[in-house]
């Protein structure tokens, strides 16, 4: 800016849109001429490296990296297996999610089959896919809310026990589908809630076993 224009500007003299209509303005460092711009041509060709365009480009090897450990798997003794786990939100979150989509599914295709064996008083299209709409509708989403409840009070037991017992195996997998068994059919009675705390816990096993095998 002149210095003429500062005088008048800071005197008060001048009347503002003339001061900014007569007022110049400098620009320090060096000039870019217009032959030694980058232009897309220069990008698309690769006669220009785009990381320059990076504001921490001229940092160099100054540059300090956060380091984060979401990837980081359980360092829990026997946790290393053909899935590879996070640590126990990992396991609950997949592990119900999983359970939840497959029951959706198992149920549907009872359903489906129940719906379309199911003997109707008319022979009709339309009540014909109206009984496997009902099927699906009622078996998917018991079976789909069952393994997702199972799934989750499974993975909490199994986590709780492994971190008391400082390692994950098959007996603790096979301990928490019996208490998970026993806990889901308490209210049916004794011999109902053993037999699905044996069923659960053998089904346990068999996946940590499959786990660890391949």
């Known amino acids: 800016m002149s210095s003429s224009d500062s005088q008048n500007s800071a005197s008060g003299s001048q009347d503002p849109t003339s001061f900014l209509r007569s007022a110049t303005f400098s620009r320090d460092g060096p000039a870019v001429s217009v032959e030694n711009a980058v232009t897309a041509n220069d990008l698309l060709l ?3 490296d785009p990381a ?4 921490l480009a001229q940092l160099g090897d100054q540059l300090d990296y956060l380091v984060l450990d979401d990837d980081k798997t359980s360092e829990l003794p026997g946790a290393g297996t053909a899935i590879p786990s996070r640590g126990w939100s990992d396991d609950l979150c997949y592990g119900t999610g999983t359970m939840y989509l497959s029951g959706l599914a198992l149920g549907g295709f009872w359903g489906v089959s129940e719906g379309a064996r199911r003997p109707l008083a008319v022979s009709n299209t ?3 896919i109206n009984s496997v709409l009902n099927s699906v509708t009622r078996r998917g989403t018991f079976i789909g809310n069952s393994a997702g ?6 993975n909490g037991i199994n ?3 492994d971190s008391f017992r400082g ?6 997998s096979m301990a928490a589908g019996a208490l998970t068994g026993a806990l889901y ?3 049916a009675g004794v011999k109902p809630a053993l037999a699905a705390a044996s069923v659960i816990s053998g089904v346990a096993g068999i996946w940590s076993y499959v786990k660890k095998s391949v």
């Open 46 to 48: 690769g006669a220009y």
């Open 52 to 55: 320059k365009l990076h504001p």
């Open 126 to 128: 339309r009540l014909r």
């Open 149 to 154: 409840v199972l799934a989750l009070v499974y």
């Open 159 to 161: 986590s709780t026990i």
């Open 167 to 172: 390692q994950h195996d098959t007996a603790g």
């Open 185 to 187: 059919k308490s209210t």
